[in-house]
């Protein structure tokens, strides 16, 4: 790299360390606010609790990653060669693909107690927003597979080959697999019990984006280890 080039990296990474830090500190704020509100609460408002605090959670453990990625003391990337940037952009990547479907997770179990709710007529504002999060969850990582997000746009050359898109079209075949299947189910619930029908649809797009970002980085982690 250019002293140019340095300068801008370096402003980059500082923003991203600062930024994830400041997520990380949102993220305590709303799980210990989560925790102390939801003692002794019962009904909606314990569920409302635990949402928060779940939430909190995952903005502690993407902040503690970011920032770990980014942090100041790391000067390897100064002197990094290009194939050295492209193993490890393709590291945080599997890391990221692997990362988020486990928060999609906690969203999914989560969504339960609000699905019910919804189906019931009772639905409130912090209902939907527990159903929305794990949906989020999963078109992050869809996305992420994709190639759409910010990251993997601005590092292109870095990220995108011949391999990459073979990798893509089978982790997205799989989870296409995956969401036709679910939805079939979800679908065949539905006409029996509603509730059961309508979560399980919530779980097929959990599932489909898990899918699509666990099968991308495994797949891409065995193509490495094969050299």
């Not at 997770?105 to 504002?125: C, T, Y």
């Not at 989870?175 to 649809?201: D, H, K, W």
């Amino acid at each position: 790299m250019d002293e140019q080039a340095l300068a801008k990296a370096g402003r980059t990474r500082t923003r991203k360390f600062w930024s994830a830090i400041c997520l990380a500190i949102l993220g305590v704020l709303a799980m210990g606010f989560g925790f102390i509100t939801g003692q002794g609460l019962t009904g909606d408002a314990a569920t409302f609790a635990g949402v928060i605090a779940g939430l909190g959670f995952s903005f502690i453990l993407i902040g503690a990653l970011g920032s770990w990625w980014n942090r100041p003391g790391d000067t390897r990337w100064m002197s990094e060669a290009p194939q050295g940037k492209r193993d490890r952009l393709q590291a945080q990547r599997s890391r990221q693909l692997f990362l988020f479907p486990a928060v999609a997770v906690i969203f999914l179990a989560l969504a339960l107690e609000p699905v019910r709710h919804v189906v019931e007529g009772e639905g409130r504002l912090r209902d939907y927003l527990s159903i929305l999060l794990p949906v989020l969850y999963a078109w992050v990582t869809a996305s992420i597979a994709m190639g759409w997000d910010h990251n993997s746009r601005a590092n292109r050359r870095f990220l995108e080959d011949e391999l990459t898109a073979v990798i893509r079209a089978r982790a997205m075949t799989a989870a296409f697999l995956v969401v036709m299947t679910g939805a079939t189910a979800a679908f065949a619930l539905f006409l029996i019990r509603p509730e059961l029908g309508a979560f399980a649809v919530l779980t097929a797009l959990a599932a489909g984006g898990a899918t699509a970002g666990v099968r991308f980085a495994w797949l891409d982690r065995e193509a490495g280890q094969d050299g």
